[in-house]
């Protein structure tokens, strides 16, 4: 017997404790927090931190709202002009 096999785990959105099913799909992860988000719950924003680490320009991580608000309170984009 085995247990905790990957199979066997639901994904459930952190904000709406939805569960990932055919029409649901829980695919992002708030690049703050860890938080599992359901498409609806993903604020897919620019991040001048993520897109130095990933070294990407420009690069977009995907956010819950609590830490949008957080760390993102204010249209922020800087393009390096
Ligand atoms: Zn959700
Ligand atoms: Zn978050
Ligand atoms: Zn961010």
Do not use: N
Request: net charge negative; proline share 1%; glycine share 8%.
């Amino acid at each position: 017997m085995r247990h905790g096999q990957e199979a066997e785990v639901t994904w459930e959105c952190a904000e709406c404790h939805a569960t990932e099913d055919r029409v649901t799909r829980i695919d992002g992860v708030c690049h703050h927090c860890g938080k599992l988000l359901c498409r609806a719950d993903q604020e897919i924003i620019p991040d001048l931190a993520f897109a130095a680490a990933s070294g990407e320009v420009g690069a977009e991580a995907v956010h819950c709202r609590s830490c949008k608000r957080r760390h993102h309170s204010r249209i922020d984009v800087s393009l390096g002009t």
